[in-house]
Structures are given as C-alpha cells and as structure tokens.
C-alpha cells in the first residue's frame, strides 16, 4: 500500500488526514510534537496496525534529521506539511510587531515543510507517486485583502511556503516529483477558533480533508494554489 507522512497528525485537519489515509488502507506515518500525549491519535494506531507515531517538531532541524535517519530507505508517497501556526494574533498586529514572533512564525510555516522536503526527499522519489503537498491557507493569496487584515505573520509566512513549493516544483520536475499547494478552506479547528474568525463559510474537518484528498490523488505537475473546492486561488 502507499506510504504518507503526515505532520501535526495529533489534532485538527492533521489527525483527520491520519483517520481517512488509514480507513482507505494506507501506511500512515502520523507524526506530532508528542504523540504520547494525544490520546485519539494513540487509538488511531492501536486499531489500525498501519499507523505508525514518530514525534518530530517541524521547527526543530535535528528533530528532522532524527526522523529521517529512523526511516532510512522507506519509500514515501506522499509527504504531507500539515503543520502550521498562527501565531500569537495580538503579536502580529501592526502596533505590536514582535519580530522574534514573527521568526517563529516563519520557522514553523516556512522553513518546516522546505527542511521536510529537503530531509525526505530521496524517500519522496524512491516511491511511486512521488507527491510533496503542503497546507497553505486563501489568505497567503495576495488578491485576498478583505479579512483578517492583522494577521501579518501568518499570511506572510503561508504566502512564503507557496513559494518555497513553487520553486521546488520546478527543481524536482524532471524526476517526476509533483509538489500540491492546497488549501483547505476555513475549517473548524483550534486555529481558526485562535484567529477570531465567527463568519459564515465555516466546514468541518472531515468535508475539507475528503475534498484535499482527492486533489492530492489527482495531483499534478502545475504546482497551483488549489482550494479544497477545486477553485484555483489566485496567487
Ligand atoms: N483551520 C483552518 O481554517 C485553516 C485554514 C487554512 C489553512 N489551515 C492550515 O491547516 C493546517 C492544519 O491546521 P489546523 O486547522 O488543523 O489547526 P490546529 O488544529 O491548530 O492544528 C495545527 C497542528 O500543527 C501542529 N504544529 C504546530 N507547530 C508545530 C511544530 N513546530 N511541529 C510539529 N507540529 C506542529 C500542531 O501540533 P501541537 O498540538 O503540538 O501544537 C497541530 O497538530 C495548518 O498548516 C494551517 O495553517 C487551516
């Protein structure tokens, strides 16, 4: 069966994704900050032997290349950036700008799935569908001003992921690996709870990661900002 790794697998969209890959047969590797510590993902791997723990801070580089050197040669699927932060809202806001906030920022949204890919990337093209997939958000999208206007290290931190994915999209190419940019609506999580956000349009976690999965099975090679909808983003 196909092998995913999925990061931020404890709670949210992440243990959502771990719940559908392995209902569909998958070999999940579900990997958070402490599993331990995250008593429905913990079921999840004690009733499907498919499903397997690994810790791993996507903001911490040794963590990463303990992962990596744990699973060797283990061919990956589809390695899935799952993680992401908003950040402290109050931090961001133009009168506050806290720039050590904003680094964290950046070193989780960022950095993280471009350490990931770079860590995992022999693993990523030892497998058959070669797929690389981050969770970026609508509001990376430059056209997308309306709302939301205070959050300026998340947008900035997203929009800078899409890019990093774009431009390994056109590094990996020509060895077949195809790199997703999908974003997955305004689902009901702690994250969106922590923006504030109380408006209409807000879905449930198990629509928007049915809705992901299927573009990352039909994913291709254009590396475009898709929504969970199947609408094309504008950058
Ligand atoms: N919900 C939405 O409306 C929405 C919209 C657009 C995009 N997104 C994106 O969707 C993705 C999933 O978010 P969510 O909505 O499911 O939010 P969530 O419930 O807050 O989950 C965030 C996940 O990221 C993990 N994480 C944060 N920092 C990490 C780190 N340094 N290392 C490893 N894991 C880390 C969290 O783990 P801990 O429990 O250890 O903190 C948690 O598992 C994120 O990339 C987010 O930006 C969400």
């Given at each position: 069966?196909?092998?995913?790794?999925?990061?931020?697998?404890?709670?949210?969209?992440?243990?959502?994704?771990?719940?559908?890959?392995?209902?569909?047969?998958?070999?999940?590797?579900?990997?958070?900050?402490?599993?331990?510590?995250?008593?429905?993902?913990?079921?999840?791997?004690?009733?499907?032997?498919?499903?397997?723990?690994?810790?791993?801070?996507?903001?911490?580089?040794?963590?990463?290349?303990?992962?990596?050197?744990?699973?060797?040669?283990?061919?990956?699927d589809v390695l899935l950036?799952?993680?992401?932060?908003?950040?402290?809202?109050?931090?961001?806001?133009?009168?506050?700008?806290?720039?050590?906030?904003?680094?964290?920022?950046?070193?989780?949204?960022?950095?993280?799935?471009?350490?990931?890919?770079?860590?995992?990337?022999?693993?990523?093209?030892?497998?058959?569908?070669?797929?690389?997939?981050?969770?970026?958000?609508?509001?990376?999208?430059?056209a997308n001003t309306s709302?939301?206007?205070?959050?300026?290290?998340?947008?900035?931190?997203?929009?800078?992921?899409?890019?990093?994915?774009?431009?390994?999209?056109?590094?990996?190419?020509?060895?077949?690996?195809?790199?997703?940019?999908?974003?997955?609506?305004?689902?009901?999580?702690?994250?969106?709870?922590?923006?504030?956000?109380?408006?209409?349009?807000?879905?449930?976690?198990?629509?928007?990661?049915?809705?992901?999965?299927?573009?990352?099975?039909?994913?291709?090679?254009?590396?475009?900002?898709?929504?969970?909808?199947?609408?094309?983003?504008?950058?």
């Open positions: 069966m196909p092998v995913i790794l999925i990061t931020g697998a404890n709670r949210g969209l992440g243990l959502e994704f771990v719940k559908q890959y392995a209902a569909c047969g998958w070999e999940v590797i579900a990997t958070a900050r402490d599993p331990a510590a995250a008593p429905e993902l913990s079921a999840l791997a004690k009733s499907h032997r498919s499903v397997r723990l690994e810790p791993l801070d996507i903001g911490n580089h040794a963590d990463i290349k303990a992962l990596a050197a744990r699973l060797g040669q283990q061919p990956i950036n799952n993680a992401g932060w908003l950040g402290d809202t109050r931090k961001q806001s133009f009168d506050e700008l806290d720039y050590a906030s904003f680094e964290e920022v950046l070193r989780i949204n960022t950095y993280g799935p471009l350490a990931m890919a770079k860590a995992f990337m022999a693993n990523v093209q030892a497998s058959e569908q070669k797929k690389i997939v981050v969770i970026t958000s609508g509001l990376s999208s430059l709302r939301f206007g205070n959050l300026y290290f998340y947008r900035i931190s997203k929009a800078g992921v899409n890019m990093a994915m774009r431009t390994l999209q056109a590094e990996v190419r020509a060895q077949g690996v195809k790199v997703g940019i999908l974003a997955p609506g305004m689902v009901d999580t702690r994250l969106l709870r922590q923006s504030g956000f109380e408006g209409p349009g807000v879905i449930q976690a198990p629509q928007s990661v049915a809705a992901v999965i299927g573009h990352i099975d039909n994913l291709t090679q254009d590396a475009e900002m898709i929504l969970y909808t199947g609408d094309r983003l504008p950058w």
